[in-house]
Structure formats: C-alpha cells, structure tokens
C-alpha cells in the first residue's frame, strides 16, 4: 500500500462537495519543548524551534501555557486527497477576501482549517458559497 493514492483528486469534485463542520472549544496554538503531560493535543508538529502544538485554550489555561491565535476549528468534510492541488488555495483565497487569515492543517483524511475566534460564521458562510457556486458552474 506504499504508494496508492486515496481521497479526492478533482479540485471541482472536491468544491462541489465542500461542506465545513465547526469543531466545539476554541483551540489555541503552544510552542514547548515537548508535549506537557496531561495535554491532550489535537494537532503536534515538530519544528527545528520547538514542537508546535494545537490543543483547547481551556487545557492551556489549566497548565499555565504561553499560547497565541485564539481559533476555532473547521473541519472540510470531504476526503481529499494528500496530492491535490489548489483546494486549500482558493478556500484561503476567499477567506482572505472577507479580511480572515486561516491556518490549515492537512490529515490524512481530511483538511481542517483554524480561523480567529468570532469570525467562524463568516467562514462557514464563504464555505457554503464556495460549494454551491462550484455545484452551479
């Protein structure tokens, strides 16, 4: 299995069935040496400065950790592929229009994308746009 391919390719497959899930808890992004004991992170990633970490505020409240870009998450419910190209570019493309910065984050299954606190409605509003004017084209 090293080398198939799952997920959705087609970038106007994947518009047409966009559709976003908002993710309860505001999510925050941390920076440590190593995960703390007793978090429960919903993302980790280590870079040459330090580990990155994405979990709820309220955990890094409770452990006294430093953390910045207070977010809710979204997850894109469509499976796409790893080795699509241009889904999240036009996604945060419209995001940007409406003055929203987005920090997407590529599972294996899906795409999730983080966007500042209180603007989650407005995302969800361009998600829906983006996939009934791609299911209209």
Do not use: Q
């Amino acid at each position: 299995m090293g080398n198939s391919m799952s997920g959705e390719l087609s970038l106007d497959a994947l518009m047409r069935t966009l559709k976003g899930t908002l993710i309860d808890g505001v999510f925050v992004f941390v920076t440590a040496d190593a995960v703390p004991a007793g978090l429960k992170p919903r993302m980790v990633f280590e870079e040459a400065e330090g580990t990155t970490i994405i979990c709820l505020r309220d955990e890094a409240v409770a452990l006294g950790l430093d953390y910045e870009f207070a977010s809710r998450m979204i997850t894109l419910d469509v499976h796409s592929s790893l080795e699509a190209v241009g889904f999240m570019a036009v996604i945060a493309t419209e995001l940007a229009k409406e003055g929203m910065g987005v920090n997407p984050v590529a599972g294996f299954y899906h795409d999730h994308i983080f966007v500042p606190d209180g603007r989650e409605g407005d995302a969800m509003v361009v998600l829906e746009r983006l996939a009934v004017e791609a299911r209209l084209a």
